[in-house]
């Protein structure tokens, strides 16, 4: 048993130096839903992964992790020595999960959400929010964002440029020679 948590923690690991196709095609096939034009950045999936569904067009940062069990439990084994407790995740549609966030079980994200980097998430998420901090409640509407984002300074469009065009263009808006 020990041996097969090590090999899992391993490949988990290796998998993450993998081509994002070929992380999505893993996830899929130990039972995560999936939707389409997804980038997940993160291999810690619990160890029900087939509890986690994952809508079209969803980031996910490195190092999040979804967690589909409460190890509370742990507390009153003497009276219920059997007892695991259990939740289903779902993440909607068009949803960035920020670095290092931690999302528990019964959590449901809706559409067009942003969930804030070191953010722990556990509920029910309407379309349209900036979910932050832990524990995470929704801090604006996502269309104030948007609009942040298009007045911010640092908007720059580096999207399809390589990594050293990329570089030329941020360091000559910053000044940095």
Request: hydrophobic residues 40%; charged residues 20%.
């Amino acid at each position: 048993m020990i041996l097969l948590k090590i090999f899992d923690h391993i490949n988990s690991k290796l998998l993450l130096i993998y081509s994002n196709e070929k992380r999505i095609e893993y996830l899929r096939k130990i039972g995560i839903k999936i939707g389409k034009d997804c980038f997940i950045n993160t291999m810690s999936f619990s160890s029900e992964p087939y509890l986690i569904e994952i809508g079209d067009h969803v980031g996910i940062s490195h190092d999040t992790d979804f967690i589909t069990h409460d190890g509370g439990i742990w507390c009153f084994r003497n009276e219920i020595p059997d007892g695991d407790i259990f939740g289903m995740i779902k993440i909607g549609n068009n949803v960035t999960i920020g670095a290092h966030s931690i999302i528990l079980p019964n959590t449901v994200l809706g559409d067009n959400s942003i969930v804030g980097a070191g953010s722990v998430v556990r509920g029910k998420f309407p379309d349209n929010s900036l979910i932050l901090g832990n524990p995470a409640k929704v801090v604006s509407s996502i269309n104030v964002i948007k609009f942040l984002y298009f007045q911010n300074p640092g908007l720059l469009m580096t999207k399809k440029l390589s990594a050293s065009e990329k570089a030329i263009v941020v360091k000559k808006h910053f000044n940095i020679e």
